[in-house]
Nanobody, 122 residues
Framework: QVQLVESGGGLVQPGGCLRL?????????????MAWYGQAPGKSRELVAR????????YKDYSVKGRFTISRDNAKNTVYLEMNSLKPEDTAVYYC???????????????WGQGTQVIVSS
């Protein structure tokens, strides 16, 4: 079984920064794309940033590009989200997800973490 565990969320003032981490563990054969999604209060979950196994990235839109940076450490099966110049509208639960091929399978599974809360408020 494969699990994703996020960490790094919390309360931060506007203009501050946070670094989210998400580590995959279990019987992992390989990991393809990894991504971060955000779910703001009362809204649906939406993509924030995605990174391929080769390091190519794409971001939600102009609202996060330039402020957020997604990266990964393939040796540690970990994806990161560096969040700078945070705004109150960035407040959300952030979930990581990954396409994982367990060692016992030949197909990829979409695995989700439990989420980590980010609150941007003064």
């Amino acid at each position: 079984q494969v699990q994703l565990v996020e960490s790094g969320g919390g309360l931060v003032q506007p203009g501050g920064c946070l670094r989210l981490s998400c580590a995959a563990s279990g019987s992992i054969g390989s990991i393809n794309d990894m991504a971060w999604y955000g779910q703001a209060p009362g809204k649906s979950r939406e993509l924030v940033a995605r990174i391929t196994s080769g390091g190519s990235t794409n971001y939600k839109d102009y609202s996060v590009k330039g402020r957020f940076t997604i990266s990964r450490d393939n040796a540690k099966n970990t994806v990161y989200l560096e969040m700078n110049s945070l705004k109150p509208e960035d407040t959300a639960v952030y979930y990581c997800t990954a396409l994982v091929m367990p060692m016992t399978r030949i197909t990829f599974l979409e695995v989700w973490g439990q989420g980590t809360q980010v609150i941007v408020s003064s």
